[in-house]
């Protein structure tokens, strides 16, 4: 029989999928305003959601209204995962802002036991997801964690930003870790061929919309995919490392479920950072 637990959290799911429905119904209506009255910038205004591979969200939060934000930034609107509704691997670092810079560059440097690996982001495209490393960064979200899932067929890929993969081996809760917020998908590459070219990191979700969290990707390999995943930005060192870490191989570990398994060689993010410039 079902538990009484399942039922709270089925229906706690139902409610979260009915409200991100509303704010992105909401938010498409925000943008059509600011499309037709602004400067010639459209300002995003993102809605929140759901983590890669976690279904067992939900809650229910009060309608809010977003205030337009000042020039040159963008409003982001995160969602806390409910209490009740978090895992051991949910690590709870508080929200980042809600008003962001949304002008200029930042490079994002991952300072692994391999060797950094550095991009390039674009404000203007990724606003809230850049502001949601940075936020991630200060905290020391990612310090110590381990590059959890590589896939080598089909796909090309080194899947990182579960804060759980930090123990000697791995578990099979790895890829299930995130922190207490999501967020919404922003620059999908939908007029590119392949969406996702060799060199991009972009960012892990669910099958659902508005499911951004932590998890990330970096593609060593030209990978063809839905365009639903948030291009975050272009590698410009340290794509050696990837190259190298995705000729080595995989132990098969997500072969009958997502694909792909833990590297063969260990990748271990030390820290990461964000620069101007």
Known sequence: MTSTK????AAARARLEKEMAQRAAAARKRRQIQASVGAGVALLVVIAGTVLLVTNLGGDEPETTTASPAAGTAAC??????AEMRTPQTKDVGLPPTEVPAIGSETLTFDTNLGPISAKLDLAK??????SFKHLA??????NSKC???VTE???????????????????TDGTG??????AEENLPVDKRPAYPEGVIAMA????????????????????????????????AGMDIVKKVGADGHDEAFAESAGGGHPKTEVLIKSLTLTAG
């Open 6 to 9: 399942e039922r709270q959290r």
């Open 77 to 82: 609107d995160w969602i806390e995962v409910p």
């Open 126 to 131: 990724v606003p809230c997801t850049a502001a």
């Open 138 to 143: 200060t905290t020391g979200f990612y310090d």
């Open 148 to 150: 959890h899932r590589l």
């Open 154 to 172: 089909g796909l090309q890929v080194l899947q990182c930003g579960d804060p759980s993969a930090t123990g000697e081996g791995y578990r099979e």
């Open 178 to 183: 995130g922190p207490t917020y999501r967020f």
């Open 205 to 236: 979700k669910t099958s659902e919309p508005s499911s951004t969290g932590s998890q990330f990707f970096i593609v060593y390999g030209d990978s063809e995919l839905s365009p639903d995943y948030t291009v975050l930005g272009t590698v410009t």
